[in-house]
């Protein structure tokens, strides 16, 4: 056998064994639906109504077969989907537990829609469908029920149409309806007859006449010698297409025109108001006084006479009233008026005799403005003093407040030096107890009570107490993150950058809270209040006023080291805030209950005696802070003494803080 019949035994060969692959295929597929089939039973769909055609029946999954309106599957559930014409698509999930059963779906039709249109563009056009009104507009786009109905177009200026509409499931019908106009008559008459009549500026004949008419608005004018003209707009519709008139002429009077200058203004004829100055009928033979005014000018008057029939122009012209101002200031300030610059004070301006916004500014003071109306009766003169920002928001500033928070905060105007610290002969003086001079002159608020549980746990929650009670237990930088928190509440610029637990810088110009400084609390305790600087919160006097402070006491004994006898303060440890009586400076608990944290930063350093320090923050970033205060624990006479300063770096149970804030930021 040569080789190429060899090639073509092969090519026989295996197009003989594709053939018996493709029958072996078509067998197994067969005998799989067999399969199907027999081991299952098939489920009948219903398809309702039963008009539906083109009704289609599928099986979403490969173990489901479908043969004319059965559903054969030997899945546990099988989602099948039904269509039809003119229907919406229907999705079931037919289970096992069907499987022999017939299975009921109705279909929900799709419903006509119709778009239809007038050509016209007043949207005063109603559609009626069966009797029953949809929309008012020129257009109608709208679905409905498919089947008969009727739809009525009415306009009140054209023919209403009944259009039949039969309408197929899912149909779109699209049509332009041309609406016939309406016709009607207008019949007219007069007293005396003969007038004649001008329609839409068209002389149509003489009374009494019938005119044919269309719909709609139509200007009307009658007009006969030696009598008024009258005039008016009617209206033919489909409710009253047939419109009757007589109307009585009024014999012809005198009149004037107006020509009236600047316009706007206000015109009186006799006393009374008058609106239209295009034509004004008056009496003949009588006397009639015009007045004209306007805002910003001279009121002008004209008396008049005028024969029978007589017509006449009148012209009024105001004069523009112009006032003179002078405006002096102190100190010299930039003049705006109605917005726009002038100049710098003093001014003397000529200005129009209506309402002027007159503002004057000048930087770092307080703005001040005054509307005023010159006049050239007699000229004005305007006398402004301006305040410094500072000192007119220190007048206006509130001498007490509640912050956010809840606590109460308290205005001092210090103006002052503070010796802080004491000497070296003072009984109870300390080595830290530094002599400093510091000047006080920036208005601050203090806190009157220290920060207590209910106040700091609306910052952090998770610190517990009794809501009366100080918070203790507080680190300076749990403190002053209270702080800056606060200041975030009352939109205040925040003192304290931190970065995380870290302070980063201290912002001296803002006027957010923070922690007392250390000269601040000092003046507070030592002379607030006071005609002279203090040992102790109270006085100079060695003995403990009652109910002056909470410290250790009586009935302190056994729990502290040292206790002061004779003085019982009614606590032998922390007491609610304001327990106890106000001091000198308006403040509660300065000198005993909880020692506090203040602003500055704590060191040995001793300060120069000859120098008078500015009330500036201390921005070190040093991790040890200046405690001041007794404390319910404290009963030395070292520790009582208002001097008295500590430093430490941890939270105490002792330990809590009070907040202030400047008035204003920077150095005012």
Request: proline share 5%.
């Given at each position: 056998?040569?080789?190429?019949?060899?090639?073509?035994?092969?090519?026989?060969?295996?197009?003989?064994?594709?053939?018996?692959?493709?029958?072996?295929?078509?067998?197994?597929?067969?005998?799989?639906?067999?399969?199907?089939?027999?081991?299952?039973?098939?489920?009948?769909?219903?398809?309702?109504?039963?008009?539906?055609?083109?009704?289609?029946?599928?099986?979403?999954?490969?173990?489901?077969?479908?043969?004319?309106?059965?559903?054969?599957?030997?899945?546990?559930?099988?989602?099948?989907?039904?269509?039809?014409?003119?229907?919406?698509?229907?999705?079931?999930?037919?289970?096992?537990?069907?499987?022999?059963?017939?299975?009921?779906?109705?279909?929900?039709?799709?419903?006509?829609?119709?778009?239809?249109?007038?050509?016209?563009?007043?949207?005063?056009?109603?559609?009626?469908?069966?009797?029953?009104?949809?929309?008012?507009?020129?257009?109608?786009?709208?679905?409905?029920?498919?089947?008969?109905?009727?739809?009525?177009?009415?306009?009140?200026?054209?023919?209403?149409?009944?259009?039949?509409?039969?309408?197929?499931?899912?149909?779109?019908?699209?049509?332009?309806?041309?609406?016939?106009?309406?016709?009607?008559?207008?019949?007219?008459?007069?007293?005396?007859?003969?007038?004649?009549?001008?329609?839409?500026?068209?002389?149509?004949?003489?009374?009494?006449?019938?005119?044919?008419?269309?719909?709609?608005?139509?200007?009307?004018?009658?007009?006969?010698?030696?009598?008024?003209?009258?005039?008016?707009?009617?209206?033919?519709?489909?409710?009253?297409?047939?419109?009757?008139?007589?109307?009585?002429?009024?014999?012809?009077?005198?009149?004037?025109?107006?020509?009236?200058?600047?316009?706007?203004?206000?015109?009186?004829?006799?006393?009374?108001?008058?609106?239209?100055?295009?034509?004004?009928?008056?009496?003949?033979?009588?006397?009639?006084?015009?007045?004209?005014?306007?805002?910003?000018?001279?009121?002008?008057?004209?008396?008049?006479?005028?024969?029978?029939?007589?017509?006449?122009?009148?012209?009024?012209?105001?004069?523009?009233?112009?006032?003179?101002?002078?405006?002096?200031?102190?100190?010299?300030?930039?003049?705006?008026?109605?917005?726009?610059?002038?100049?710098?004070?003093?001014?003397?301006?000529?200005?129009?005799?209506?309402?002027?916004?007159?503002?004057?500014?000048?930087?770092?003071?307080?703005?001040?403005?005054?509307?005023?109306?010159?006049?050239?009766?007699?000229?004005?003169?305007?006398?402004?003093?301006?305040?410094?920002?500072?000192?007119?928001?220190?007048?206006?500033?509130?001498?007490?407040?509640?912050?956010?928070?809840?606590?109460?905060?308290?205005?001092?105007?210090?103006?002052?030096?503070?010796k802080m610290g004491a000497s070296r002969d003072e009984p109870g003086q300390r080595a830290n107890e530094f002599l400093k001079q510091v000047r006080l002159d920036r208005a601050f608020y203090a806190a009157t009570h220290e920060v207590t549980y209910a106040e700091f746990q609306q910052f952090d929650n998770s610190k517990s107490g009794d809501g009366q009670l100080p918070?203790t237990s507080i680190s300076w930088i749990e403190a002053v993150k209270y702080c800056n928190w606060l200041s975030q509440q009352e939109n205040l610029s925040p003192v304290y950058q931190l970065q995380g637990n870290q302070l980063a810088q201290i912002n001296n110009n803002a006027d957010g809270y923070r922690l007392l400084m250390e000269a601040e609390w000092e003046w507070?305790?030592?002379?607030?209040?006071?005609?002279?600087?203090?040992?102790?919160?109270?006085?100079?006097?060695?003995?403990?006023?009652?109910?002056?402070?909470?410290?250790?006491?009586?009935?302190?004994?056994?729990?502290?080291?040292?206790?002061?006898?004779?003085?019982?303060?009614?606590?032998?440890?922390?007491?609610?805030?304001?327990?106890?009586?106000?001091?000198?400076?308006?403040?509660?608990?300065?000198?005993?209950?909880?020692?506090?944290?203040?602003h500055d930063s704590y060191s040995l350093t001793a300060p120069k005696l000859d120098i008078v320090y500015p009330q500036v923050l201390d921005t070190s970033a040093i991790a040890m802070r200046v405690i001041k205060g007794a404390n319910w624990r404290s009963g030395s006479l070292s520790e009582l003494r208002a001097s008295y300063r500590d430093g430490a770096e941890q939270?105490?149970?002792?330990?809590?803080?009070?907040?202030?804030?400047?008035?204003?930021?920077?150095?005012?």
């Amino acid at each position: 056998m040569s080789q190429f019949n060899q090639q073509l035994e092969l090519a026989r060969q295996r197009q003989h064994r594709m053939y018996l692959w493709l029958l072996s295929t078509f067998i197994l597929v067969f005998l799989i639906i067999l399969a199907v089939i027999f081991a299952s039973r098939g489920t009948r769909i219903d398809v309702q109504p039963d008009d539906a055609t083109d009704v289609s029946i599928n099986a979403d999954s490969w173990l489901a077969m479908v043969l004319l309106d059965s559903v054969y599957s030997l899945a546990e559930s099988t989602e099948i989907e039904v269509t039809a014409t003119g229907f919406y698509p229907y999705r079931k999930t037919i289970e096992r537990a069907d499987s022999g059963k017939v299975v009921n779906v109705e279909l929900t039709p799709l419903p006509a829609k119709i778009v239809l249109s007038t050509l016209l563009d007043d949207n005063r056009t109603s559609w009626h469908i069966d009797n029953e009104i949809i929309a008012i507009a020129d257009t109608l786009e709208y679905e409905l029920p498919a089947g008969e109905h009727q739809l009525t177009v009415e306009h009140p200026y054209y023919q209403p149409q009944i259009i039949d509409l039969s309408l197929s499931r899912g149909e779109i019908v699209t049509r332009d309806i041309k609406l016939q106009r309406l016709h009607g008559e207008f019949v007219v008459s007069s007293i005396p007859n003969g007038a004649m009549v001008t329609l839409d500026a068209v002389d149509v004949g003489k009374t009494p006449v019938t005119l044919p008419l269309e719909g709609g608005l139509h200007d009307v004018r009658l007009t006969l010698d030696n009598f008024e003209i009258t005039e008016e707009t009617i209206e033919i519709k489909n409710a009253n297409p047939t419109i009757e008139r007589q109307y009585r002429l009024a014999p012809e009077t005198a009149g004037i025109r107006l020509q009236l200058s600047p316009a706007g203004g206000q015109l009186m004829l006799n006393g009374l108001r008058v609106e239209n100055t295009d034509r004004i009928s008056v009496e003949a033979g009588k006397q009639h006084r015009l007045s004209y005014s306007k805002p910003g000018f001279f009121s002008q008057t004209k008396t008049f006479t005028l024969a029978t029939k007589e017509k006449k122009n009148i012209e009024i012209s105001l004069q523009e009233e112009i006032g003179q101002v002078e405006i002096i200031s102190s100190p010299r300030a930039a003049v705006t008026i109605n917005g726009k610059p002038v100049g710098n004070t003093p001014l003397e301006l000529a200005l129009s005799a209506v309402p002027q916004q007159i503002e004057l500014s000048l930087e770092g003071y307080r703005t001040v403005s005054k509307s005023v109306t010159p006049s050239a009766a007699a000229p004005q003169k305007l006398s402004f003093t301006l305040l410094p920002e500072a000192q007119a928001k220190q007048a206006e500033a509130p001498r007490r407040y509640k912050n956010h928070a809840g606590g109460e905060m308290l205005l001092f105007f210090p103006n002052d030096i503070i010796k802080m610290g004491a000497s070296r002969d003072e009984p109870g003086q300390r080595a830290n107890e530094f002599l400093k001079q510091v000047r006080l002159d920036r208005a601050f608020y203090a806190a009157t009570h220290e920060v207590t549980y209910a106040e700091f746990q609306q910052f952090d929650n998770s610190k517990s107490g009794d809501g009366q009670l100080p918070v203790t237990s507080i680190s300076w930088i749990e403190a002053v993150k209270y702080c800056n928190w606060l200041s975030q509440q009352e939109n205040l610029s925040p003192v304290y950058q931190l970065q995380g637990n870290q302070l980063a810088q201290i912002n001296n110009n803002a006027d957010g809270y923070r922690l007392l400084m250390e000269a601040e609390w000092e003046w507070l305790a030592r002379k607030a209040g006071k005609s002279e600087q203090t040992l102790f919160v109270w006085g100079n006097d060695k003995t403990i006023p009652s109910k002056a402070v909470n410290i250790a006491d009586e009935s302190a004994k056994g729990r502290v080291q040292l206790y002061v006898p004779r003085y019982d303060d009614g606590f032998a440890d922390v007491a609610p805030v304001k327990q106890f009586h106000r001091e000198k400076s308006g403040l509660y608990d300065l000198g005993g209950n909880v020692s506090e944290w203040t602003h500055d930063s704590y060191s040995l350093t001793a300060p120069k005696l000859d120098i008078v320090y500015p009330q500036v923050l201390d921005t070190s970033a040093i991790a040890m802070r200046v405690i001041k205060g007794a404390n319910w624990r404290s009963g030395s006479l070292s520790e009582l003494r208002a001097s008295y300063r500590d430093g430490a770096e941890q939270a105490r149970d002792d330990l809590g803080f009070r907040i202030g804030r400047f008035l204003m930021g920077g150095n005012e």
